[in-house]
């Protein structure tokens, strides 16, 4: 009796000890993944101290490039007589693109922090065709500032005689560098436009680079305290809560990150949303 009493027990240990080993091998990798989520949930809060936060106040995501293409009107003089416009493309010309935050400043419950960016751009010689130069390279083109004055006087916004003082200033065409176009000139019409009101800037540029404060307004995100999932998603841009461009509510809806990070426990097949600024998209 006794001897089975023994084997009864023995056999019984036995299997609890496998069931031991099965429950670990199968307990320990899920236990590991539970714990390395919320690793990483804790890791993802944009406040001072983490990883991320540097990450989101200065990009070093690898280089990044804005390229530029113009189009040169070849026959500007026959254009304004009512020729066919004929067109050149002129580049494509490489900048380098820098970000850099500053300014921060947190809500008091930590779930959002508003911000300023500058962004800024270099020329890069390597990237750019050897026959390229952006300070010497020419290229006529439509007077935005002119065709601005027209449509305002078109909406009704600006007076006959404004329209037409501004008219007299300037070319239907004009021409330029292409680093003049891309980061600024000035010239009489733009000078009298601003100093009638009609024109907000003292110069016209199609790209602001080393952007002044003048230019930039607060911008806001989730920091993912509350809601990890949420992280870096914008709720303000350029002091906009909801953008004007569009002639939608969807399409001027604020959506997405940056696109520099996202939430942990990405799977293939999600959906992510990012919000590009120079698309105001």
């Not at 050149?88 to 911000?115: A, H, L, M």
């Not at 449509?151 to 007299?168: H, P, R």
């Not at 990150?257 to 097949?269: H, S």
Request: proline share 2%.
């Amino acid at each position: 009796m006794g001897s089975r009493c023994r084997w009864t027990v023995l056999i019984t240990a036995f299997f609890l000890a496998i069931a031991i080993v099965v429950v670990a091998v199968v307990a320990v990798p899920i236990l590991k993944t539970l714990l390395l989520k919320k690793k990483l949930k804790d890791d993802l809060v944009l406040e001072k101290g983490q990883t991320i936060y540097d990450q989101w106040m200065r990009p070093d995501v690898g280089p990044m490039y804005k390229v530029f293409t113009l189009y040169n009107v070849k026959n500007a003089d026959d254009a304004k007589d009512g020729a066919k416009i004929d067109l050149e493309e002129v580049g494509p010309y490489y900048y380098r693109e820098t970000r850099q935050k500053f300014s921060p400043n947190y809500t008091e419950d930590e779930t959002v922090v508003r911000y300023k960016q500058n962004k800024y751009y270099v020329f890069d010689r390597n990237h750019t065709a050897a026959h390229l130069d952006p300070n010497v390279d020419k290229v006529t083109t439509l007077n935005a500032v002119l065709a601005t004055v027209v449509k305002m006087y078109l909406n009704k916004n600006i007076s006959e005689t404004q329209a037409f003082e501004a008219a007299l200033l300037g070319d239907v065409f004009v021409t330029h560098t292409v680093t003049e176009l891309l980061w600024g000139y000035t010239d009489n019409l733009i000078k009298a436009a601003h100093s009638r009101n009609l024109y907000q800037r003292t110069n016209f540029s199609l790209q602001i680079n080393n952007s002044a404060g003048d230019y930039m307004q607060w911008s806001a995100v989730k920091t993912g305290k509350q809601n990890s999932d949420e992280i870096g998603e914008f709720v303000e841009w350029d002091g906009k809560k909801q953008l004007g461009y569009w002639n939608s509510t969807y399409a001027n809806m604020l959506n997405g990150t940056e696109g520099f990070f996202f939430r942990a426990g990405l799977k293939q097949g999600d959906n992510v949303s990012v919000f590009i600024d120079d698309l105001f998209r």
